[in-house]
């Protein structure tokens, strides 16, 4: 079963890379201090990867939360 990751932008990306911005962006995330939620896959970890430096994760285990 594929976990959950609660991703919330923590810096922000002015003065950072075009790229930089985008992949921000493609998380899904608007504004500063925004959080959202993306299923745990090797995508979303490589765009997270990217961003490290702005952004902070929290892993929600799917089996803690009742779902099976």
Do not use: C, F, W
Request: hydrophobic fraction near 35%; charged fraction near 30%; glycine fraction near 8%.
């Amino acid at each position: 079963m594929v976990g959950k990751l609660k991703i919330t932008q923590i810096k922000s990306a002015i003065g950072y890379t075009k790229k930089q911005k985008q992949m921000v962006r493609a998380l899904g995330i608007k504004k500063l201090y925004q959080s959202v939620e993306q299923k745990d896959t090797p995508q979303i970890r490589g765009m997270i990867e990217k961003v490290k430096h702005l952004v902070k994760v929290e892993v929600e285990n799917p089996a803690e939360s009742g779902e099976v």
